[in-house]
């Protein structure tokens, strides 16, 4: 069949706002999820994580949101800047049977955000 | 920097070739991960090698194997290369096998190689 290029969410915002990047993940059996940052050109650079047992984790301008119930991770951002334009993926890990899927992550198709001055 | 380099940054070939793309993991790191990222099915796990041992597989095509050597390098092999190959392919490491607590799991990725397939 034809291939059809991935139509990536976006977001646009004024440097300075707030940001809020969502993903709905997909195996309730995840124990571990992660943001990660791709810039145009480069690999992936992690952002933060945060485990299953915590609903709420902060680093230095971002905080990650889990709600295990609805099976959403939020992303949020504070006083974006230009240099945060990028695509965010969120990931998660789930264990298999028997611990077989070890260090497999699962991405989300990944959200641009682009800050403007 | 992560601290993760792949080789070649990019490489351009033709239908039914084969290449190999190389990754050196993070100086200690023990695990490498290798993944896929193409325009429509976005970032696909391959492969988990753990100090030289296969340890996780994902939808890793038939043609397409991997091996971790005695100096923890990895190496990706892409053999009968089609069209649909093109794509991103990224190396990534961490310091445990990937099932135990973040602190030892996180995933750092490399710069990546850009194969193209002509």
């Known amino acids: 069949g034809e291939s059809v290029g991935l139509h990536l969410p976006t977001l646009s915002v004024q440097e300075g706002d707030n940001s809020i990047i969502n993903c709905a993940y997909s195996?309730?059996?995840?124990?571990?999820f992660i943001w990660y940052k791709q810039e145009s050109g480069k690999g992936p650079q992690f952002i933060i994580d945060?485990?299953?047992?915590?609903d709420k984790r902060q680093g230095q301008r971002v905080t990650v949101l889990l709600n295990k119930t609805v099976k959403h991770l939020s992303l949020q951002i504070a006083a974006t800047q230009p240099g945060d334009s990028a695509v965010y993926f969120c990931a998660e890990r789930s264990q298999g049977a028997g611990g077989t899927s070890y260090g497999k992550l699962t991405f989300g198709q990944g959200t641009i955000l682009t800050v403007h001055p | 920097d992560s601290g993760v380099t792949q080789t070649p940054k990019h490489l351009i070939t033709a239908t039914g070739q084969r290449v190999t793309l190389r990754c050196s993991p993070r100086s200690g790191d023990l695990s490498v991960y290798w993944y896929q990222q193409s325009l429509d099915q976005g970032l696909q796990f391959l492969i988990q090698?753990?100090?030289?041992?296969?340890?996780a597989k994902g939808n890793i095509l038939e043609r397409f194997s991997a091996q971790q050597f005695p100096d923890l390098h990895s190496e990706l092999n892409l053999s009968s290369l089609e069209l649909g190959d093109s794509a991103l392919y990224f190396c990534?490491?961490?310091?445990?096998?990937?099932?135990?607590?973040?602190?030892?799991?996180?995933?750092?990725f490399g710069p990546g190689t850009r194969l193209t397939v002509l």
């Open positions: 195996n309730s059996a995840s124990d571990y």
């Open positions: 945060i485990r299953s047992n915590m």
């Open positions: 090698y753990y100090n030289g041992e296969e340890r």
């Open positions: 990534a490491s961490s310091v445990a096998d990937g099932g135990g607590p973040p602190k030892t799991d996180t995933q750092y």
